[in-house]
């Protein structure tokens, strides 16, 4: 089963796939690619998520701009001790003035600096030069833009996402 979505839409997409991925009746893996998906779990979904991608039940692959800030949103929670993260692997993709142009990590436990992501959320979606920026980033054109742009070098990370998955050395957010 393949399973995408593009921000809330993606947010929707990886909670499907996790809980097809834990059904019997459903042909695994169940892979998953999504878009500019906000965060959608705690610390106890990612570590499900990776037993279910380490029993290759789950192939879960998020891209996003670098200067779309909806990845970052929620920016932090007002229940107690709770802090959101997200699931499966990402696929960051810089705009032209960057050295780079792709990263590719896993998720880690937590979002390490909510305030500089509510910092950068107040400037993406409050101010004006930010506003349109961030609907440019944000919008699946520029998404599937920037994949065509680098097809050549997403393409060396494997021809399948299974490929991706048990590529050796790839960094951890």
């Keep these: 089963i393949f399973i995408t979505g593009h921000s809330l839409g993606g ?15 459903i042909p695994k893996p169940v892979k998953c ?3 500019a998906q906000p965060l959608v779990g705690d610390k106890r979904l990612l570590q499900s998520v990776r037993k279910l991608e380490e029993s290759k039940n789950l192939l879960l ?7 779309d800030g909806v990845p970052a949103v929620p920016a ?21 003035s960057r050295s780079r142009n792709i990263k590719l990590s896993k998720s880690e436990k937590k979002v390490k600096n ?9 400037k993406l979606f409050v101010i004006k030069a930010g506003q349109d920026k961030q ?17 050549k070098e997403i393409r060396s990370l ?9 590529k050796p050395g790839i960094v951890t957010m």
């Design 114 to 122: 909510f305030a500089l992501n509510f910092k950068a959320l107040i």
């Design 61 to 67: 692959l998020r891209t996003r701009n670098s200067e």
């Design 33 to 35: 690619i999504t878009h």
């Design 11 to 25: 947010a929707l997409a990886s909670i499907f796939a996790v809980s097809a991925a834990c059904r019997d009746d």
């Design 135 to 151: 609907k440019r980033a944000h919008s699946l054109r520029e998404h599937f833009g920037r994949l065509e742009k680098y097809e």
């Design 158 to 166: 494997g021809e399948k996402l299974e490929d991706v998955y048990s």
């Design 76 to 96: 932090f929670s007002t229940k107690p001790n709770f802090t959101y993260t997200h699931i499966g692997m990402e696929l960051k993709m810089y705009d032209d």
